[in-house]
């Protein structure tokens, strides 16, 4: 599979920015970034630092929006921290982004790529691809699928009481992907509410015998303090990886196709995804919309591919 990552990383942005490199069966293209979590600027280091902690210097990294398409920008470095990275101590990175904007990267691989061959995996805030959707209409058939985290249906928000992070912060480029045409699949919190990243899940990245599984261990021990203290559970909800498991095993997760829009109009419920699960609007079915999955099977597969990384 050959697929790019839209990106604000975020340390489980990371994480799953690592899963993608050390599977054989994916294909990364680039890394397109995009303000979220952190700033864009910050994201960005972020993602040249995962990259060289893999050891993949090779695939380049893309600097995409700093700001929503419509409103004020919002951020999580009251979960991820100041950097977005906190949890782990890295190093600068010693290589820089590209030169080519994320925008135009998306693009241009997808357009140079036969129909049907690009997946675009989708983990902050949808500016980016609104703003590549909206240049060239072509991408509407020539995508082969986007995979996002993002949403929510019975879990209902996690930033406001109504909207999930990533479509709260850029609700109308999240308005414009659902719209678009492409296949869509989604991870949303009823999935990833379900991963707790466990004191034990977390030990057993601990022991691998490289760098990458400690580092990974740190930074969700950290990133999972203020979701364990607000749920109160035994570690937090594990988000955005479940987008490249899903590509690597999709039969761990169950779901169903429904119809899915973005409220925009009202600021009580801005960002809240309308998950039309019963069918009774009569609209066409969007997206894939998963809500369960193999949660030891999950943790086992991520176990089995981060022990890959060498010592």
């Known amino acids: 599979m050959k697929i790019i990552i839209d990106t604000d990383p975020g340390q ?21 970034t995009v303000a979220g ?11 040249l630092k995962t990259m060289e902690l893999a050891g993949r210097e090779d695939i380049p990294v893309f600097m995409g929006a700093d700001r929503p398409l419509l409103r004020p920008l919002v951020n999580a470095t009251h979960v991820h921290g100041r950097t977005g990275f906190e949890g782990a101590d890295l190093p600068d990175p010693t290589i820089t982004a590209a030169p080519e904007h994320a925008v135009d990267f998306l693009i241009r691989t997808v357009m140079d790529h036969p129909p049907g061959t690009i997946t675009l995996c989708a983990i902050g805030p949808m ?14 058939e020539r995508v082969a699928r986007i995979v996002t985290m993002s949403g929510a249906f019975s879990e209902v928000g996690n930033i406001t009481p109504t909207a999930e992070f990533n479509i709260y912060v850029d609700p109308h480029a999240a308005a414009i992907v659902l719209e678009s045409g492409i296949p869509i699949t989604m991870l949303p919190l009823d999935v990833t509410h379900t991963l707790h990243t466990s004191a034990a899940r977390l030990a057993r990245f601990e022991a691998l015998p490289n760098r990458v ?18 749920y109160g559970t035994d570690g937090g909800p594990l988000h955005d990886p479940n987008t490249v ?36 609007s009569g609209l066409p079915t969007n997206v894939l919309f998963l809500r369960e999955c193999d949660v030891d099977a999950a943790y086992d597969l991520i176990t089995e ?5 060498p010592a």
């Open 245 to 280: 498991l899903w590509l690597l095993k999709p039969d761990l997760y169950r779901g169903r196709n429904v119809n899915v829009r973005v409220e925009t109009g009202s600021e009580l419920t801005m960002g809240m995804s309308v998950v039309d699960w019963w069918g009774v």
């Open 12 to 32: 489980d942005d990371a994480l799953t920015i690592l899963l993608a490199l050390i599977s054989p069966e994916i294909e990364l293209l680039g890394v397109t």
């Open 37 to 47: 979590n952190v700033g864009v600027q910050q994201a960005t280091i972020n993602a």
């Open 213 to 230: 599984g400690a580092v990974v261990a740190d930074w969700l021990r950290f990133e999972k303090r203020f979701e364990a203290t607000k």
């Open 305 to 309: 591919r981060l022990a890959r990384f």
């Open 127 to 140: 500016t980016n691809l609104a703003l590549a959707i909206a240049r060239e209409p072509a991408l509407r």
